[in-house]
């Protein structure tokens, strides 16, 4: 899968996840969905807040599949008691995957989960909701450590037309070498997809999709949306990876 694809299958799992929750309340959901997007806006990249994001939405999805149990899993598939609390789960799935990805950021998100949960009446459904999160934030979370987000590769830059040279004056070589090969969020199964690669520059697609590309990211593009723009800005890259 091409990175470009990667990335918005990064960002739309992370951005739908939370239009399938048919139990909680939205204010839950969206709430922490704003924690989520403040505990991790720090350098070094948006590219690595758009995985946090994707796991942190798994991990609500399935506290909600939970306990309403409609349709599938999308990665945990637990089953909660009677009478849990589906917003004391949303909060503790969102709480317990964001304090293992972005530790630094604890005291925030303690203090958050202390809000949320004093919101709900206090009970064996409060309990059972809290406990159920916690446990669906650490499988999730260890399941995606092998991602192979943290894998190291390599990059030599290479000569030639359509081929990536390294930008002055920096000249940096690129990050995150290893995306391409990162475990998709959505797309389980390959079998029958056909991954044909950028076109040869040589042919006329490859013209048409240079002269897009020009246009659509021209410094006083004519042809950019606002939401676009928007996409843009979240994409950019603030700081080098080490």
């Known amino acids: ?19 399938l929750l048919p139990v909680a309340h939205a ?4 709430d922490w969905n704003v924690i989520a997007l403040n505990a991790t806006a720090m350098p070094p990249n948006s590219i690595l807040q758009s995985r946090v994001l994707a796991i942190v939405h798994g991990a609500i999805y399935d506290a909600v599949h939970a306990v309403d149990r409609k349709g599938g899993a999308y990665a945990i598939d637990a089953e909660a008691p009677a009478g849990t609390s589906v917003d004391a ?17 604890r005291p925030m998100l303690d203090t958050a989960l202390n809000v949320s949960l004093s919101k709900i009446a206090d009970g064996q ?9 916690q446990q669906i934030a650490e499988k999730i979370v260890v399941l995606r450590s092998t991602d192979g987000a943290t894998v190291k590769v390599a990059f030599t830059a290479k000569s030639g ?10 000249s940096q070589p690129p990050i995150l070498a290893q995306w391409g090969s990162l475990t998709p969020f959505v797309l389980r199964d390959r ?19 240079f ?5 659509v990211g021209a410094r006083n593009s004519t042809t950019r949306t606002a939401d676009q723009t928007a996409a843009a800005i979240f994409w950019t890259v603030q700081t080098a990876v080490p």
């Open 1 to 19: 899968m091409a990175p470009t694809h990667i990335l918005r299958t990064l960002a739309v799992s992370a951005l739908a996840t939370a239009c």
């Open 27 to 30: 204010d839950v959901v969206t």
């Open 89 to 105: 789960a949303v909060a503790a799935a969102a709480h317990g995957t964001l304090v293992r990805l972005a530790p630094a950021e």
């Open 125 to 133: 459904g409060k309990s059972d909701g809290t406990a159920l999160g």
């Open 161 to 170: 037309a359509g081929l990536y040279q390294l930008t002055p004056p920096q």
């Open 191 to 209: 079998t029958g997809l056909d991954f044909k690669g950028a076109p040869a520059v040589t042919t006329t697609q490859f013209a048409r999709d």
């Open 211 to 215: 002269d897009e590309v020009r246009n």
